[in-house]
């Protein structure tokens, strides 16, 4: 999605994948409430066998998907290219705009070759690990960002609350209906998505993991401060205005995360990797992503099971301090890549820290250094997005 996407959207299109999952979640709850009073086979069947319809579906659509114009620059197939890039540009093939976009893509490939040479299907994946952690352009420190960044938000703690947050509010012991509960927090989720499409591109990625990770913080601390003062279980004495409170900035954390770290973790590592090693880069993203999802799937009913941890509220002591974690990250490692294409954002790692990336402004081309285009073209079009870049990022952080 990074790959086809303007450079002007491409943040808000690839928060789409993020409320699509919400979506998936939020269906998923719902087949969950509909068999809670089953008590046979059915109760966990029907859930598992309504996932068929989905993988189905997307197996089938996955022999439609087109290939990326960067896909084929990467492959030498440049006439492939072309019209690849005019399809989803919506623009004819003479067009000034292709041309120029087109030539710089083949630019920056050529470059990333001559830096770091593609050879075997080995060394493909070994080019992701090649360079050092001082450098923010090396495919190491790029690699562990894509990596960091995804671990991090599952740390959040997020799903702690969707896989067993109907077995959490059944312990508060004051909540007649988990279930339902437990589907509520999952349409604040979706609710809370879209706002993603319009802050991603107005305040930039890096304002939004900080901003979102403090905020995802002062939450979890609340509710922990809370659950383990007036919240306390107390059986039928249970103060249950506390626990509407807990109730409350539950779902305000969710709405933190839905904006922020949720979208924005899928957006970064969409753009920070180089043509030639991308595909390998958000594969061990990915992959960070689930590792970390099963690791926090198998170890929380160990943490907040009473004949084990019996931390109950007071996980999200654990979850605010990870969090806490999250916010150093992206501070320190996390680049603003608003407004730039995935060419200027290899340029911008290469001459500036993460920290100091807000205020990097295009200045050349990788086609104009390499001689490919007679001059570099200063349309209106990009002198807006360089100043959609730079401006907005007054407004936070």
């Known amino acids: 999605m990074s790959e086809i996407a303007p450079k002007k959207v491409r943040g808000a299109l690839v928060s789409g994948y993020q409320f699509c999952i919400t979506i998936g979640i939020l269906m998923a ?9 089953r008590d046979d086979t059915g109760s966990y069947r029907i859930p598992v066998a309504v996932q068929f319809l989905w993988a189905l579906i997307l197996g089938v659509g996955l022999f439609f998907l087109p290939e990326s114009p960067r896909y084929f620059v990467k492959k030498g197939k440049l006439d492939e290219a072309a ?3 005019c399809n989803v540009r919506g623009q004819p093939l003479d067009s000034e705009y292709i ?3 087109l030539a710089e893509i083949i630019a920056n490939h050529e470059y990333e070759l001559s830096v770091v040479p593609e050879t075997s299907y080995i060394a493909s994946w070994t080019n992701c690990f090649k360079g050092g952690l001082g450098g923010a352009n090396s495919n190491l420190r ?7 960044l995804q671990m991090m938000q599952q740390l959040t703690g997020i799903n702690f609350i969707f896989y067993y947050g109907v077995v959490f509010f059944k312990s508060l012991n004051t909540i007649s209906n988990p279930f339902l509960i437990s589907l509520i927090t999952t349409l604040v989720n979706v609710l809370s998505t879209p706002l993603s499409f319009y802050i991603v591109e107005r305040f930039g990625r890096r304002n939004l993991l900080i901003f979102g990770g403090t905020g ?10 809370v659950g383990v003062t007036v919240g306390q279980d107390k059986g039928p004495a249970t103060n249950k205005s506390a626990v509407s409170a807990m109730i409350a900035f ?9 904006t922020t770290w949720g979208p924005c973790a899928w957006v970064v590592i969409g753009e920070v990797f180089p043509l030639p090693i991308r595909s390998r880069g958000v594969a061990l993203s990915t992959a960070s992503n ?8 198998i170890i929380t009913p160990y943490l907040v099971d009473k004949k084990y941890a019996n931390l109950s509220s007071k996980i999200f002591f654990m979850w605010g ?23 200027q954002v290899d340029r911008m790692l290469e001459e500036v820290s993460p920290r100091k990336s807000r205020s990097w402004v295009p200045h050349s081309t990788f086609a104009n250094e390499m001689g490919l285009v007679e001059k570099e073209h200063s349309s209106t079009d990009e002198t807006e997005v360089v100043a959609q870049h730079v401006t907005p990022n007054k407004d936070l952080v």
Do not use: H
Request: hydrophobic share 55%.
């Open 142 to 148: 790029r690699t562990l960002l894509g990596i960091g």
């Open 29 to 37: 709850n719902c087949v969950v409430y509909a068999t809670q009073n």
């Open 250 to 258: 539950i779902c305000l954390n969710i709405t933190f995360f839905a």
């Open 216 to 225: 995802m913080v002062i939450s979890q601390y609340i509710v922990g401060i």
């Open 99 to 101: 041309q120029d976009e």
């Open 290 to 297: 689930w590792f970390w999802n099963c690791i926090i799937a």
């Open 321 to 343: 301090s990870l969090c806490i974690i999250s916010v150093i990250f992206a501070y320190f490692l996390v680049p603003e890549t608003k407004g730039l294409s995935l060419e």
């Open 83 to 85: 019209k690849a890039l």
